[in-house]
């Protein structure tokens, strides 16, 4: 699957984007709006999505947290002029894989959408898993824990299936921001730190006291899923 899906309403961009990727041997499609742009990725199921974030008929965040939801693993990167850290942790909270502000390089952007690519690739694929009393079909992208089902946002699921994928292993707090958000914008420790709170919350028996998520103090955190 080599598509790249271009949802970007500027015709500069948009020309410049589709000869970049398309000297790399992608096929590329052009949107201009949110909801014709999230349509395609639904109709296309492409390998990445480059996203405006400023978009007519629905903004840049809403197309992707629709993505997300409807495909946590399709890789989004996102375009703007915005420059507030606020405003790219509250993208965060979409599921955005990474964020680019313009003006930008185009080899650079198609550096990071293969990146991206291969992050989601390296992923094992899986059908059915789980630990404890949580059940996780991945497929479906459904979680349930004593038979009640659980909601995880976009980044909770991905951080999920991170640990689903290295079982048993120290995963340091750098190697998470890394891998799991992917972002090319300043973030702390302390938002992987919040987020493993939150699965802690909705997937521990005693979250005060987890045995699933655990932490290695000065290190990071290891997922034991069989206690």
């Given amino acids: 699957m080599n598509l790249i899906l271009v949802i970007e309403d500027d015709p500069r961009i948009q020309r410049a984007l589709q000869r970049q990727f398309a000297?790399?041997?992608?096929?590329?499609?052009?949107?201009?709006?949110g909801p014709s742009g999230l349509a395609a990725c639904k109709s296309m199921r492409p390998a990445a999505v480059v996203l405006d974030l400023m978009l007519p008929g629905l903004s840049g965040r809403s197309v992707c947290k629709e993505i997300k939801a409807w495909s946590p693993d399709t890789p989004v990167i996102v375009l703007s002029a915005v420059t507030e850290v606020a405003?790219?942790?509250?993208?965060?909270?979409?599921?955005?894989?990474d964020y680019m502000?313009?003006?930008?390089?185009?080899?650079?952007?198609?550096?990071?959408?293969q990146a991206a690519i291969r992050r989601t690739h390296r992923k094992v694929e899986a059908i059915l898993q789980g630990f404890g009393d949580v059940s996780i079909d991945l497929t479906r992208m459904?979680?349930?824990k004593s038979g009640?089902?659980?909601?995880?946002?976009?980044?909770e699921f991905k951080l999920l299936r991170y640990f689903l994928d290295n079982?048993?292993?120290?995963?340091?707090?750098?190697?998470?921001l890394n891998d799991v958000w992917g972002l090319s914008f300043h973030l702390t420790t302390r938002t992987v730190d919040n987020q493993i709170l939150k699965l802690?919350?909705?997937?521990?028996?005693?979250?005060?006291?987890?045995?699933?998520?655990?932490?290695?103090?000065?290190?990071?955190?290891?997922?034991?899923?069989?206690?």
């Fill in 142 to 144: 459904e979680i349930h």
């Fill in 167 to 176: 079982p048993g292993r120290v995963v340091a707090r750098d190697e998470l």
């Fill in 200 to 227: 802690r919350q909705k997937l521990e028996p005693d979250p005060a006291n987890p045995v699933f998520f655990r932490t290695v103090h000065g290190v990071g955190y290891k997922f034991v899923p069989g206690v």
């Fill in 23 to 33: 000297a790399e041997g992608y096929e590329v499609h052009v949107e201009g709006e």
């Fill in 148 to 155: 009640a089902p659980v909601a995880l946002t976009a980044h």
């Fill in 87 to 97: 405003d790219k942790v509250l993208l965060l909270e979409t599921g955005a894989d």
């Fill in 101 to 113: 502000t313009k003006p930008f390089s185009p080899r650079e952007l198609l550096a990071r959408v």
